[in-house]
């Protein structure tokens, strides 16, 4: 019986032990035949690269996103438009008071008198771009960062009470009546004043306010010796009415001495004898300038820039051709809406089919943009008021206004004169000439202002801004010898002094220091001096002549 189990376990040891090595020859053949086929893989992959990498790159596939956005979109931006130069220049945000040296001369010098000219406050969009989808502007006035300015918190209040009715309304406020005294629509129509337009000019006349009607000059300024004029457009009603609040502190909605002017240049020849309003064949000078400087190198390559890449953009943006654009000025009018509002600048998302998928790409009009639509307006500015024919053409545009300036600084020294001569003495009041205006006011356009700066010869020949002023204060020396100049004028650009710029005062005829003052009698002799009469005679007798030459022709 023992011998019988002996072998019996003996069988079992052994089967046991042969099994444990069939695992370990097992073990060892599945691992040598791994390396085996890792060598076999990597020869496959050198050897027959082409499908295997077809395999890697569907895993890739698989991997990465379907959508992402493409590496050539377009380069980010992300700059506010109102961070660009020249856009918050031409903006004119008002944040504060406007900054300026009006009034700060020397204490040995009386302010007489000053009269202003000013370009209306900011406005909605003359122009609309193409396939635009337009945001509206607000009309309504925000005075929520002037909470410290109590008069500035009252205007809306003081505006509506004069607006509900029309009572006792003087004669020169009566013919405004079609229109709002200010902004007060929820949205504002093409070219109205907005809110923010209406606010820079109430800092503007409470900037010249605070040095004017102050001391040192306390230049009485009030109802009877403010006088305004403006162009019949809203828009510059509008602002002259703002300015007007800002300045006078018994401002009185019903009694402003506030006319219309029927021509943007201010011309009246009632008002100021020698003026010449009329000048048939005149524009064909500034049209002239304006063709010669679309070749001129400068202005042709700031627009081929523009062109190739600001025009595509704004382009792409709209969905339209960029020969559907309208031109540089034009986009830029249109673009104010987002820049000066900080408004979101439109966008265009662009989706493109790609082997790896599909990419997104997205195109804004941004900074970027601004500053290459900007560039081929100012060269085109800059180009024409340097331009010989438009030089001709400012100077006799302009010589109506600049005549009434003079006329009107003129009649001020006349009167410190007689009151002196009356009473005795400098400080006496004026009772005999009580109406006769100390400040003037001209509230007009771009078109205004531009060719009164070239005619002046200053240098700051770029598109005017929103709510810009061109100011001339006329001074009294209050001790001076016999045979010294009495009088002066002073030329102030958005509160810069540019006396000295001027064509009158730029040949070493400015008093040193910083007075900036030129005498008045060499501004009052350079505008009478100008023969634009006789110029524009000339003109009359050209165009007489050819339209003789083109009857007998017909004949």
């Known amino acids: 019986m023992h011998s019988q189990k002996c072998p019996r376990i003996l069988n079992m040891k052994v089967l046991a032990l042969l099994g444990f090595l069939s695992l370990v020859i097992t073990f060892i053949t599945v691992r040598y035949a791994g390396d085996q086929q890792s060598g076999v893989e990597n020869d496959f992959l050198v050897h027959r690269s082409g499908h295997v990498k077809g395999v890697i790159n569907m895993r890739r596939q698989n991997a990465r996103p379907s959508h992402y956005m493409c590496k050539d979109g377009q380069e980010m931006d992300t700059r506010p438009l109102l961070s660009v130069p020249r856009v918050g220049k031409y903006c004119n945000i008002p944040n504060s008071e406007p900054p300026g040296e009006e009034g700060m001369v020397s204490k040995d010098y009386k302010l007489l008198a000053a009269h202003v000219v000013i370009r209306h406050g900011d406005r909605a969009p003359l122009i609309h771009l193409p396939n635009e989808k337009a945001p509206p502007l607000s009309c309504l006035v925000d005075m929520s960062q002037f909470k410290h300015v109590p008069k500035m918190q009252n205007y809306q209040h003081v505006m509506a ?69 403006t162009t019949v457009v809203s828009r510059t009603y509008q602002s002259a009415v703002a300015f007007l609040y800002g300045l006078l502190t018994d401002f009185n909605p019903k009694k402003l001495r506030l006319h219309g002017a029927s021509s943007i240049m201010f011309c009246d020849s009632n008002a100021a004898p020698g ?24 202005v042709f390559q700031s627009l081929a820039r523009y062109e190739e890449t600001a025009a595509k953009t704004v382009a792409q943006v709209l969905g339209v051709p960029d020969v559907k654009l309208p031109t540089p000025e034009g986009v830029m009018d249109a673009l104010s809406r987002y820049a000066c509002h900080s408004i979101p600048p439109p966008c265009v998302t662009t989706t493109t089919n790609t082997s790896d998928g599909v990419c997104s790409s997205v195109t804004c009009i941004n900074a970027k943009t601004m500053e290459a639509v900007w560039a081929p307006v100012d060269a085109m500015s800059s180009c024409i008021s340097s331009n010989p024919d438009y030089r001709k053409y400012s100077a006799a545009s302009t010589q109506g206004l600049l005549l009434r300036i003079v006329q009107g600084l003129h009649r001020a020294t006349l009167r410190r004169k007689n009151n002196e001569k009356n009473t005795g003495t400098e400080n006496g009041s004026d009772t005999s000439q009580k109406h006769e205006p100390v400040f003037v006011l001209y ?14 010869g200053l240098t700051d020949t770029v ?16 001790w001076s010898s016999s045979g010294k100049a009495q009088h002066f004028v002073r030329v ?46 000339s003109l009359r007798f050209v165009s007489n002549s050819l339209n003789r030459r083109r009857k007998r022709a017909q004949k």
């Open 275 to 298: 003026s010449v309003c009329s000048c048939p064949g005149l524009e064909a000078f500034r049209n002239r300038a304006i063709s010669k400087c679309k070749s001129d190198s400068h």
């Open 161 to 229: 009470q004069a607006a509900q009715t029309t009572e006792n309304d003087s004669d020169s406020v009566a013919e405004f009546r079609r229109w709002a005294m200010y902004p007060s629509r929820t949205e504002c129509g093409e070219g109205q004043l907005t809110g923010r337009g209406a606010t820079q000019q109430i800092l503007s006349g409470l900037h010249l306010h605070q040095r004017y009607a102050q001391s040192p000059h306390n230049l009485s300024l009030n109802l009877n010796t403010v006088v305004a004029h």
């Open 443 to 456: 509230s007009g356009h771009d078109n205004t202002l531009t060719p009164l700066i070239a005619a002046l």
């Open 463 to 478: 598109w005017p801004g929103y709510a810009t002023r061109l100011v001339f204060e006329l001074y009294r020396r209050k």
């Open 492 to 537: 102030l650009l958005n509160g810069k002094p540019v006396t000295y710029e001027t064509v009158f005062c730029k040949a070493g005829s400015v008093l040193s220091g910083a007075n900036d003052l030129c005498e008045f009698e060499r501004f009052q002799a350079h505008i009478v001096g100008m023969k634009v009469q006789s110029f524009c005679s």
